[in-house]
């Protein structure tokens, strides 16, 4: 017999015993929003304006530490590579907030802060260099070449917004970005890291991706 | 094999060129070094490149014998000149070739322009030499304003050689910082960066931009310059030169920067006029060509300053040339904050301008060399040809020629030293 | 706005039509080059500070030759190698700008390729530094320079197939332009729905839940600039 099932179906509550998530069931999966978009599933469909997992002071204490000593890949490719150099150094300093060793290694970065215009051709390294950086990983996309091709927009070479080869946690508008817009973003780089809030393992990989319009014969 | 003689000393390699590291193998009763022929690095040996050799120079340089291996250095390492590639042939410690690889910043800015009025073209030149921004809008408003038959008002051009300097005290301060970050000297770069960011200041009360000002128009420029920038204008001149003599402190008579670079690197002029490397470059190998004063643009005819040159050719000379720079674009400050003129500083120019067809070329001494716009203009409200000759990256052509016979390490001192910007380099 | 027009005299009325940097010593070097290399160029012309010779494309490296080595020609520098395309059945043209000690003045050489087969003499034993400008012309181009030791892509990825800046290369968005002109609904107003701002969707915030300071019903409604100026 044809059993009417709701589209929705609220998790059983979990008694808190210590192992598992604590799920709390009033909310959790019970959203419009999520049923309009079709998220209730994605994994990150469940943290809408909820944590999932009531963290215990370890982990906050190790997010809190991940936060205040994230590692930037030196990734200056173009003009915001220098105002990034500017928020470095002595009057716009990073360096209070732990981000002071730029490293050259992708093995040893968290953040990769994607400065400057991203090309077709340097789009392969910057993959690379991204897939070579171990977990937890974020990206912020500084300037608007990254964001969305910015004032490149019509290139034939440029990448239309580093979003297209990489998730991205954070975009910092601006041409270039004052240090301080910088620094703006990297506060909001905390705040995700001390929530969780990352994209890198929600990201699925399309491929390199460029407009296709009917009638194209480009 | 006969026994070697310990009295026989077969010197490092580092000391000897191939020829004579071979006949000094034979006097010892070694075997001689080369047995092979070269063999061309494919894609199953070496990784790179990937493909057969489409050139004779792209055969010769991946061509590997006995000893040799390829180095790849970036696009992304920790130099700082951006996003460039090197691939470095090596036999043990020392160069043997280099073949830059470009393009990794390839924005189709000619192209871009073709299609944008005017002044739209003026705001997308912008990001090419983005330490000296105002020299990339400078070339083509001149040529601009040749097609269409104005000229600028005097304070505009004022305006105009007053950023442009500033510009390039800030720009060779860099390269002062950038030439010992790259030689491992964190402090400098501070230095400099506390310089650029007081000029940079400045530069944003006039624009309300850090770096890439929309500051230039045909016909003039967009903003004026008041009494209280001026004032703040002499406060900064009042200790400039402080600043800059703290930083030259540290490394113009630093042993280890001394000897990382005297000698290192030396260009002759002869060459350098061959391979069209302009500006601080050329003039540090003892060519005295400045742009401002061989074709005269703008006021640099009213003002005084002498062409300066250094001998030798090296990176140390090329270094001494941009401090040499600095002072004097600090004394041209000096003389334009003396003689600026009251006045208008944008002609009357329509939104879109349509010159009548034409072509003209204009050139300016930017901080890295001769900068210059080749445009073409056939009546309608975007350019024709829209063409930039960026100095970075006719300079760039040097390496191969600087580099062989000297240690890995001091690629990038000698690529620091020719101060190449690698939006220029790759438009 | 009249508080804001800033008073810009005319360019006529500022008095200074383009100075003219060198009218009269470039007759020196149009004389010098019609009596020496006459037959070489097919055209001689002169601007206020360039003067323009052009040529087709096989006699271009000799003219050159003999432009940089003549002791009272002596261009030595050269400053910049260009190239041009002038359409689909026109022809491309590279450009070099040269410059001695001895002449005011750039000197063009304007140099006819044609676009079928476009082919021109190297310039690279003359000047080492036109390597990387004759590159950047085959990238972008696709003239060939023959002889060249090393002629292979330098900007784009060394598979890309197509020459950027030729003017049948058309960028994506070019309405006017492409074949795929007006395809984007966004080009042709006629796709738009204009229906589904009828209803307003989104949530607006009364000013005192985003402002700290003011206490709710501190500006009534009606007496701000927003309101006065929205007509009613």
């Not at chain 1, 239309?160 to 004052?178: A, F, K």
């Not at chain 2, 050139?363 to 716009?373: D, H, Q, T």
């Not at chain 3, 290399?37 to 097919?42: A, I, T």
């Not at chain 3, 030759?65 to 002791?71: G, K």
Request: include cysteine; glycine fraction near 8%; aromatic fraction near 8%.
């Amino acid at each position: 017999m044809a059993v009417d099932r709701p589209t929705t179906t609220s998790p059983e509550p979990v008694p808190p015993s210590g192992n598992g998530p604590i799920v709390i069931p009033d909310q959790a999966g019970d959203d419009s929003l999520l049923r309009q978009f079709g998220m209730e599933e994605h994994p990150q469909g469940g943290f809408h304006g909820l944590l999932e997992v009531i963290p215990t002071k370890a982990d906050y204490i190790l997010d809190l530490i991940r936060a205040n000593s994230l590692w930037p890949l030196l990734s200056g490719l173009s003009c915001c590579a220098i105002e990034m150099m500017s928020t470095a150094t002595s009057v716009n300093d990073i360096d209070r907030f732990g981000m002071f060793p730029f490293r050259a290694s992708p093995r040893q970065a968290d953040v990769l802060i994607v400065a400057g215009t991203l090309t077709t051709k340097m789009a392969g390294p910057l993959v690379r260099l991204w897939e070579q950086m171990p977990e937890p990983k974020w990206c912020v996309a500084m300037g608007t070449c990254t964001t969305s091709g910015g004032r490149f927009k019509r290139s034939y070479s440029v990448v239309q917004g580093v979003d297209r080869v990489m998730p991205v946690d954070v975009y910092v508008p601006g041409c270039p970005p004052r240090p301080e817009g910088l620094i703006y973003g990297m506060m909001k780089l905390h705040e995700l890291v001390k929530q969780r809030r990352g994209q890198w393992s929600t990201f699925v990989d399309r491929g390199p991706q460029r407009t296709r319009w009917e009638g194209d014969v480009r | 094999m006969t026994k070697v003689d310990p009295e026989t000393r077969i010197p490092d390699p580092i000391e000897l060129d191939r020829v004579e590291e071979e006949r000094l193998r034979a006097v010892a009763g070694l075997t001689p070094v080369r047995t092979r022929t070269g063999e061309y690095a494919g894609f199953d040996q070496v990784g790179i490149p990937d493909r057969p050799p489409q050139t004779e120079r792209e055969r010769e340089v991946y061509t590997l014998e006995e000893g040799e291996m390829l180095v790849n250095m970036g696009p992304q390492h920790p130099s700082t000149h951006g996003v460039m590639r090197l691939v470095v042939k090596v036999r043990g410690e020392i160069i043997v070739d280099i073949d830059p690889v470009l393009g990794y910043l390839h924005r189709g800015i000619e192209k871009l322009c073709e299609n944008a009025t005017y002044t739209t073209v003026l705001t997308y030149v912008d990001p090419m030499d983005y330490l000296a921004t105002m020299n990339n809008e400078h070339a083509p408003a001149i040529a601009f304003e040749k097609l269409y038959g104005i000229q600028p008002p005097k304070r505009a051009e004022y305006n105009r050689a007053l950023v442009v300097e500033l510009e390039r005290v800030s720009s060779h301060g860099l390269m002062m910082g950038f030439l010992a970050l790259d030689m491992g000297g964190i402090t400098p770069i501070l230095y400099a960066f506390i310089n650029r960011d007081e000029i940079v200041d400045l530069l944003s009360a006039i624009s309300g931009q850090r770096m890439l000002f929309n500051f230039f128009r045909v016909g003039g420029v967009n903003f004026d310059t008041n009494d209280e920038f001026f004032s703040r204008l002499g406060t900064w001149r009042g200790k400039v030169l402080k600043n800059i003599e703290m930083n030259e402190r540290l490394i113009t008579d630093n042993e280890i920067f001394r000897s990382r670079t005297i000698d290192m690197g030396t260009l002759t002029g002869r060459d350098a006029i061959s391979l069209g490397v302009t500006g601080p470059n050329l003039r540090a190998s003892g060519v005295p060509f400045d742009v401002r004063k061989a074709q005269p643009y703008s006021i640099y005819n009213e003002l005084e300053f002498d062409v300066i040159t250094q001998t030798g050719g090296d990176s140390y000379a090329r270094y001494l040339q941009r401090i040499a720079e600095i002072k004097q674009s600090i004394h041209l400050i000096d003389q334009i904050i003396d003689k600026m003129p009251h006045g208008p500083v944008q002609a009357q120019v329509p939104g879109i301008i349509r010159p009548k067809p034409g072509r003209a070329y204009a050139a300016i001494e930017s901080p890295r060399g001769l900068y210059s716009v080749y445009a073409i203009s056939d009546g309608g409200p975007n350019p024709y040809r829209f063409r930039m000759r960026d100095p970075s990256f006719i300079s760039l052509q040097a390496m191969p020629k600087l580099m062989p016979g000297r240690l890995v390490a001091d690629t990038m001192a000698i690529m620091a030293s020719l101060d190449p910007v690698m939006g220029g380099v790759d438009k | 706005m009249e508080h804001l027009r800033r008073p810009r005299p005319a360019a006529h009325a500022l008095g200074r039509r383009r100075a003219l940097t060198t009218p009269v010593a470039a007759g020196a070097l149009v004389r010098l080059l019609d009596e020496r290399l006459g037959s070489d160029f097919r055209d001689l012309w002169t601007d206020e500070d360039t003067v323009e010779v052009q040529v087709e494309s096989p006699r271009a490296h000799d003219l050159l030759r003999t432009l940089r080595d003549d002791p009272d020609l002596a261009f030595f520098m050269l400053a910049d190698a260009a190239a041009v395309d002038y359409g689909v059945g026109e022809r491309f043209e590279v450009v070099y700008h040269l410059y001695s000690w001895k002449h005011p003045g750039w000197l063009r050489v304007r140099a006819r390729v044609d676009r079928a087969d476009p082919r021109i003499p190297t310039i690279t034993d003359l000047w080492e530094g036109a390597m990387f400008h004759e590159r950047e012309m085959y990238d972008m181009m696709g003239i060939v320079f023959e002889g060249n030791r090393d002629l292979r892509r330098i900007y784009m990825s060394p598979d890309y197939r197509s020459f950027p800046q030729r003017r049948d290369f058309v960028l994506p968005d070019d309405a006017a332009d492409s074949p795929a002109a007006g395809v984007n609904p966004l080009e042709r107003p006629e796709t738009w729905d204009l229906t589904r701002f009828n209803q307003a969707v989104g949530v607006t915030y009364p000013t005192s839940e985003l402002r700290d300071d003011a206490p709710s019903g501190a500006v009534e409604d009606g007496a701000s600039l927003a309101d006065k100026s929205r007509r009613r």
